[in-house]
């Protein structure tokens, strides 16, 4: 059996002085769609990061241009 990979998300958001941080089981090729998602979720986040181990995947932010 197959096991996706254990994706590291950090969210900045405006309440905090730091990231959130959270993991999730998914697909490499599909974190823009998981930051994406979880920069929807509150109004209050900024950005949201998406790594695999040492590597930075994607990186979105509010209003930024796709």
């Not at 994406?36 to 695999?52: A, N, P, S």
Request: hydrophobic fraction near 40%; aromatic fraction near 10%.
């Amino acid at each position: 059996m197959n096991r996706l990979p254990l994706l590291h998300i950090y969210a900045y958001d405006t309440r905090y002085s730091v990231p959130q941080w959270r993991t999730v089981d998914a697909d490499p090729a599909q974190a823009h769609t998981v930051a994406q998602q979880i920069l929807d979720e509150h109004e209050t986040y900024l950005g949201v990061e998406v790594w695999l181990e040492d590597q930075r995947l994607v990186e979105v932010r509010r209003g930024a241009k796709p």
